[in-house]
């Protein structure tokens, strides 16, 4: 069984980098035909695919959200971390973590989800 867990700050301030950490268990980062995804949900509004990091590496980034976001992995741990610079209240969000499977083209697993609050 695979498990996700997100960890990071639960409130930033604007202009500040947020930086969370998914730890993967039960499944390596590196297995052939995944992806590792974050995904948010502001408050009232929809889920939104942030950016995603490959079982060999590569990223990529929604198009709306590249030029502040970054995503990268530490195989030896098993997790892969985000990086989203100059933080707005609009990022207030839930940030979930999860696992695309490329062989269903869908996500198959998810973190229960971190809570972060950008405010002064």
């Known amino acids: 069984q695979v498990q996700l867990r997100e960890s990071g700050p639960g409130l930033v301030k604007p202009s500040q980098t947020l930086s969370l950490t998914c730890t993967v268990s039960?499944?390596?980062?590196?297995?052939?035909?995944?992806?590792w995804s974050w995904i948010r949900q502001p408050p009232g509004k929809g889920l939104e695919r942030m950016g995603s990091?490959?079982?060999?590496?590569?990223?990529y980034y929604s198009p709306s959200l590249k030029s502040h976001t970054s995503i990268s992995r530490d195989t030896s741990k098993n997790q892969f971390t985000l990086q989203l610079s100059s933080v707005t209240p609009e990022d207030t969000a839930v940030y979930y973590c999860?696992?695309?499977?490329?062989?269903?083209?869908?996500?198959?697993?998810w973190g229960q989800g971190t809570q972060v609050t950008v405010s002064s």
């Open positions: 039960g499944g390596s980062i590196t297995t052939k035909d995944y992806s």
């Open positions: 990091i490959a079982y060999d590496g590569s990223t």
């Open positions: 999860a696992r695309f499977a490329w062989t269903m083209r869908s996500w198959d697993y």
